[in-house]
């Protein structure tokens, strides 16, 4: 077995074990093990199964990476929304079609990075993480309960999260680009 595969399945389990008995009780309870724990495990869950089992798939409707980028984005920003968050807590169908779709979009994520040259990677990562870190000031900051099944204090703790969650997927993005590649000797690319 792989590392990615090894990965795949331990994040993949780790996410699945907070949707079940006893571990349900912490995404009931905290938004943090709801949006900072659990959701990021299910993406990277998806990011090492396409890294494992799915390589090259899809290259053709996922030219320069757009397709991929594109799924991702629209599945993120979909659980973003409080109102979601909070129908994954009370309902065990929207629960699933959480689980499913954030490993969908892990996966769409990795096959995007793989195809994309990095103005595309810039466009995305540059309007995705803003937008996280907004939506985690405002969690932060706001005197509102925006998540009926948690508390303040729980949406605040689970903004601040975001807000860090943004800086450094952001900080790791940009030390990718200078990570050596051994098949190309040259620097990223900005176009295709």
């Not at 998540?147 to 900080?171: D, E, H, K, P």
Request: glycine share 8%; hydrophobic share 60%.
């Amino acid at each position: 077995m792989t590392a990615a595969a090894l990965l795949a399945l331990v994040s993949g389990a780790a996410a699945l074990a907070l949707s079940l008995p006893p571990g349900r009780a912490l995404i009931e309870q905290s938004m943090v093990w709801h949006m900072l724990v659990q959701m990021p495990l299910l993406v990277a869950a998806g990011w090492w199964a396409a890294a494992a089992w799915a390589p090259g798939l899809g290259r053709q409707i996922n030219r320069h990476g757009l397709t991929g980028f594109m799924l991702a984005q629209c599945t993120l920003a979909y659980w973003m929304v409080p109102a979601l968050v909070d129908r994954a807590v009370v309902m065990p169908g929207a629960d699933a079609a959480k689980l499913v779709s954030l490993i969908v979009a892990g996966a769409a994520l990795r096959q995007g990075f793989a195809q994309a040259p990095l103005t595309v990677q810039l466009f995305f990562v540059g309007y995705g993480l803003p937008m996280m870190a907004w939506l985690g000031l405002y969690l932060a900051s706001t005197d509102l309960r925006l998540c009926n099944a948690y508390s303040l204090a729980s949406q605040t703790r689970a903004g601040q999260g975001m807000v860090v969650l943004a800086a450094v997927l952001g900080l790791a993005w940009a030390a990718s680009l200078w990570r050596p590649d051994s098949s190309r000797n040259r620097p990223p690319r900005l176009i295709a």
